[in-house]
């Protein structure tokens, strides 16, 4: 708090910059009296205050001009005391000036005395001074006394540089993710969240992080401006998920929608009361009045999560298709994200493609024709980047394709022109490859993946199961149709006598504390699974089914997840294989398979994602003489589906499917064997198409070509400096957040009674715990990664 004596800047005539600053004595008992004016440091523009009471530990003053008040510490309140000189021309609240000749003070309230216009002695007590004096050049503030200590003009000049310098990083938005940085998804995320309104397919294979690519595009676009309010459309069981990880890695506040809260919210459209909206796809179709205001709030980017439920063919599209499209018709951002762009077919797979573009993907047989062409195109780009020159074939097929142009880059690049040969590339990619519209990396082309290591365990078929009718997945689930039966008793459930429950318990105990994960096809096998545990062996588990609602499911994920006295197993039905990620844990135990080879890779990929620190071990009990052997054999000996990713999955099990049906209910071992012979032949061409074929162009455009790699050695780089932690020291004594070692690499902050501004976005009235170092973040997601993108940083500075 300061006592200066105020001229008026703007009077009729100059005064001596001297007597500007003349500062006021008395004794703190005297400083605040109701009626005296005062003008507010950091809010200048709320023009003149006036005291209106001093109450113990706090200050009220009313701002008449703009009718706001406020309250203050008493110790020290950011206040600067009005008084005027003589010389000075100064304004009646009635809009009358006079010059002052002399100042009294009446018990602590200024009596002014001088001539008005008219040179007549006039008297204005201070209490009648206009309201609407405010000092907002800095001249004005200059000579109002209205300075700060230098300390504080350090730390906004500091600021300044800091803003200006991230402004123009090329880190700004990427480099504040609580993740380790990895280079395919930084790049993805810059060449996608750089442009003005992506519309792009966001389609690694399973386990590549396309969530947190999402998040980084979300992000930069925020941070950058170039969106201001984003939609995320997701499965209701992912939503959850969704929120936390765009709380937790980006300190994105989302606001998750659902049909309780649309139905309990206030008049008006409350989608317009949010940023950041997270809304499941299986209620917006069903809510044709959730529809009209989601269309009515307008948004700048939109995304999807588990695209591959967007189902489309010629003659009819999915009620979710449709809602997307015509949302993808009036926002001007799209992202859609899935790991399978196949799963559905080529058909539905053009349709996503059609939501983003529907100019270049508008005929669904000249899409065909175009599958047709890459191999070419992937070929003569390999060949400029293994070769440098190019075979007469494969020029032959550049000129073919980019005509006159492409010969002149050809001529260039056979001069070692590596512009040239870059930008021939780009045409290439562009003009016939998939474009920019298209983002894929597979695992062969991304390092950092765990090995995978299959443990088989043929078990004994029981008399209760030979006895079962045969019929479709009957026999791969034996368990259900068994427990199907009405004369069942409580003693003769089926896990009483299933061999796969005997192995179940003598593996976990085995294993005694380490976390297993459970994955079984149908619901009613994980419950009673989880009976068979507690009952049989008291060993702590907990299940994850569709069953449940969204809270149980995240609690049952929560409980798995705790290390000190969380469950050992987690036994989850189909759904726990979609879009849940569980890789603190790498001992999978598969109790049954799924009747689709993707949906094994999904199971296998809430485990087996990128950063996974071990290798994993799959666990497969199946019953011997059964189709659950054969179904073992088919995944293992054709597709090669364990110990690798099976991106021929769908294409083969649409081939081979009717005869694989067919077998595994019955037929003779050489039929059998000879499916499996003709599958991993038909599965070994197949990937050899996709390398040198589509996947290569796919990868050729979403690996960067070193441009991630320079990403992630940027942030490693910007993670040692320690110019943030420095910078944000002199923030908290400014603003007076006490500081203190919590642990190595850790601080707790807490207000302080010095304190000077509230709304500092502190994140707890009590204190929170923070961490510069990202390791250690990754670790205690009970810290707070502080980087200058945190919203503390960020908020620190704009106070």
């Known amino acids: 708090m300061s006592f200066f004596t105020l001229p008026l800047a703007f ?113 204005l007590p201070e209490t009648q001074l206009s309201n609407f004096i405010q000092f907002r050049l800095a001249t004005d503030r200059l000579f109002a006394g209205q300075i700060d200590q230098l300390s504080w003009f350090s730390l906004r000049y500091n600021t300044l540089e800091h803003t200006s310098r991230q402004l123009q990083s090329s880190l700004w938005g990427l480099g504040g993710v609580r993740a380790q940085p990895i280079a395919h998804q930084l790049h993805i995320a810059r060449e996608v969240a750089d442009r003005i309104a992506p519309r792009v397919l966001l389609a690694d294979e399973v386990g590549l992080g ?5 998040g980084l595009v979300i992000h930069r676009q925020l941070l950058s401006g170039r969106a201001s309010r984003v939609l995320i459309l997701v499965p209701e069981n992912l939503q959850h998920q969704w929120l936390v990880e765009m709380r937790r890695r980006f300190n994105l506040q989302v606001a998750l929608f659902d049909a309780e809260r649309f139905m309990e919210s206030d008049a008006g459209n409350p989608f317009e009361d949010t940023q950041l909206a997270l809304v499941a796809l299986e209620w917006l179709v069903e809510d044709e009045k959730a529809q009209d205001a989601l269309f009515a709030a307008g948004w700048d980017l939109m995304v999807v999560d588990e695209a591959h439920h967007l189902v489309w063919h010629e003659d009819k599209a999915s009620r979710e298709y449709s809602l997307v499209e015509q949302l993808a018709e009036v926002i001007a951002g799209v992202l859609l994200l899935t790991a399978t762009p196949e799963q559905l077919g080529q058909d539905s797979h053009f349709a996503r493609l059609r939501l983003l573009d529907p100019n270049r993907f508008h005929d669904l047989k000249a899409f065909r024709a175009e599958s047709e062409n890459y191999r070419p195109v992937a070929q003569a780009v390999q060949e400029l980047l293994d070769k440098g020159k190019l075979s007469a074939e494969a020029q032959e097929t550049i000129h073919g394709f980019l005509g006159a142009e492409g010969d002149s880059l050809l001529a260039a690049v056979n001069t070692g022109d590596d512009e040239a040969k870059a930008r021939l590339i780009r045409e290439l990619l562009d003009r016939h490859g ?83 994960l459970v994955i079984c096809a149908h619901a009613e096998t994980a419950m009673d699974l989880e009976d068979a545990l507690r009952v049989r062996s008291g060993i702590p588990a907990t299940v994850f089914h569709e069953g449940m609602n969204i809270l149980e499911r995240d609690r049952a994920a929560a409980y798995f997840a705790d290390e000190e006295f969380g469950a050992q197993v987690l036994i989850c039905s189909e759904i726990g294989s979609e879009g849940r990620n569980f890789q603190f844990s790498h001992h999978l135990v598969l109790f049954d398979l799924p009747s689709h080879p993707d949906l094994l890779e999904q199971r296998i990929g809430r485990l087996d994602r990128i950063g996974q620190k071990h290798t994993i071990e799959l666990h497969v009990p199946f019953l011997e003489t059964s189709p659950q052997a054969r179904l073992f054999q088919w995944y293992h000996e054709a597709l090669n589906a364990f110990l690798n990713t099976c991106p021929t999955g769908n294409a083969l099990q649409h081939q081979f499917g009717p005869r694989l049906l067919r077998l595994l209910e019955s037929g003779d071992d050489d039929e059998w064997q000879s499916l499996i012979d003709e599958a991993r032949t038909e599965r070994e061409r197949l990937e050899s198409e996709l390398h040198t074929g589509r996947d290569r162009l796919l990868e050729l455009n979403s690996g960067g070509a070193g441009e991630g790699e320079a990403l992630v050695e940027a942030i490693l780089e910007q993670d040692d400096q320690f110019s943030l932690p420095i ?7 400014a603003f007076g957040i006490d500081s203190e070692d919590h642990s190595e690499n850790a601080l707790i902050l807490k207000p302080s009674e010095k304190m000077l501004d509230a709304s500092f976005p502190l994140g707890d009235d009590e204190g929170v715990t923070i961490t510069y170092d990202r390791n250690q973040a990754l670790s205690r997601e009970d810290m707070q990664f502080i980087t200058w993108e945190h919203p503390m940083v960020q908020g620190g500075m704009d106070l």
Request: hydrophobic share 35%.
């Open 727 to 733: 910078y944000m020291e002199t923030l908290f004594d």
């Open 11 to 123: 009077g009729a005539r100059s005064v001596n910059i001297l007597s500007f600053f003349k500062r006021e004595t008395g004794s703190m008992a005297q400083q605040y009296q109701p009626g005296q004016r005062w003008i507010s440091d950091s809010e200048a523009e709320l023009g003149l205050g006036t005291v209106l009471a001093q109450d113990g530990r706090l200050l009220t003053v009313l701002y008449p001009a703009t009718g706001e008040t406020r309250q203050y510490a008493l110790r020290n309140a950011p206040l600067t005391r009005v008084r005027f000189s003589p010389g000075d021309v100064i304004t009646h609240f009635e809009n009358w000036k006079m010059t002052v000749r002399e100042v009294d003070d009446v018990d602590g309230l200024l009596v002014y005395h001088g001539l008005n216009a008219q040179n007549e002695v006039v008297t």
């Open 434 to 516: 998939t474009g920019r519209v298209l983002f894929r990396n597979t695992r062969a082309a991304v390092q950092g993946f765990p090995e995978r290591k299959l443990h088989q365990y043929p078990l004994p078929c029981p008399v209760e199961y030979l006895e079962l009718p045969v019929g479709e997945h009957a026999d791969l689930y034996p368990e259900v149709s068994f427990q199907s039966q009405s004369e069942v008793s409580e003693e003769e459930r089926w896990w009483r006598f299933d061999p796969r429950v005997d192995w179940l318990i003598d593996t976990l105990k085995m294993l005694k504390r380490v976390k297993v």
């Open 210 to 214: 396309k969530t947190i690519e999402a």
